[in-house]
């Protein structure tokens, strides 16, 4: 592949990011429109370069990428811990630069997955930090405890709050399962938060005094600052993982 043509998604992806990071930080969303047309993007630009080289394998760089990137993102979704607009970020990033070329060489694991290493290995110490901050101020790193009146729409809920038989009960272990439960109140589970209409069934229950005015809250996290410094890493450094495994095959 020609070294100056895989600066092209490569760009676009460093971009995307920067634009990303600033709707994340300021209105807590990443819009459809920028992560639908890097894909695009992605998926177009591979498609129009295999065509040119005549080589169908990297005619379908973007789509691999972006399917690998949305499968691992997915499984990531189903836990709770990443939203929507991240896992379309991850998706793009990874229809962008399956097929770039990074300084160190790629290693034998698919680049969105290098994407993903970098973002942790760079945020891990910022993290840690944070953590041991709270800790000391004897906060929690994860949740807080918010008045069910003064919920507001998206909050996650740390907590499921369900009914059984007639019975209102709550439960904070994250695999609580649905077995025979009558309906559900809460769900920790659910990536995209409380609903308007979730939030007006908990006042009413606080108002018939059914359950105490307090729900556990997960505390958000704004990911798109991460993935965008996996990418940065990525595009100026290559796989940190990778470069440190080849530096241990070497002297150790």
């Given at each position: 592949m020609l070294i100056d043509v895989e600066f092209i998604p490569a760009s676009v992806a460093l971009v995307g990011s920067c634009i990303a990071v600033y709707t994340d930080m300021r209105r807590r969303?990443?819009?459809?429109?920028?992560?639908?047309?890097?894909?695009?993007?992605?998926?177009g630009f591979y498609l129009i370069l295999g065509l040119w080289l005549r080589d169908l394998f990297v005619s379908f760089f973007g789509v691999f990428g972006a399917a690998i990137s949305f499968i691992i993102g997915y499984l990531l979704w189903r836990t709770g811990g990443w939203a929507g607009g991240?896992?379309?970020l991850y998706t793009a990033l990874g229809s962008l630069l399956y097929g770039y070329q990074m300084p160190t060489g790629n290693p034998i694991y698919p680049m969105p997955l290098t994407i993903l290493f970098n973002s942790i290995i760079v945020v891990l110490p910022v993290l840690l930090i944070y953590f041991v901050v709270l800790r000391a101020q004897g906060k929690s790193a994860f949740y807080d405890r918010v008045r069910i009146t003064e919920l507001k729409e998206g909050m996650i809920p740390a907590e499921t709050i369900f009914e059984k038989k007639g019975k209102i009960c709550r439960s904070s272990a994250w695999f609580s399962l649905k077995k025979d439960?009558?309906?559900v109140y809460?769900?920790?589970r659910r990536a995209a938060g409380l609903t308007r209409h979730q939030i007006r069934v908990l006042k009413k229950l606080v108002r018939d005094g059914k359950i105490g005015d307090n729900l556990r809250?997960?505390?958000?996290?704004?990911?798109?600052?991460?993935?965008a410094a996996g990418v940065f890493v990525t595009v100026i450094f290559g796989d940190l993982y990778w470069?440190?495994?080849?530096?241990?095959?070497?002297y150790v």
């Open positions: 969303i990443i819009p459809n429109e920028l992560n639908y047309a890097m894909i695009a993007f992605g998926v991240d896992v379309k439960w009558d309906r809460t769900n920790p809250i997960k505390k958000g996290m704004p990911f798109a600052p991460s993935l470069r440190f495994m080849l530096w241990l095959l070497e």
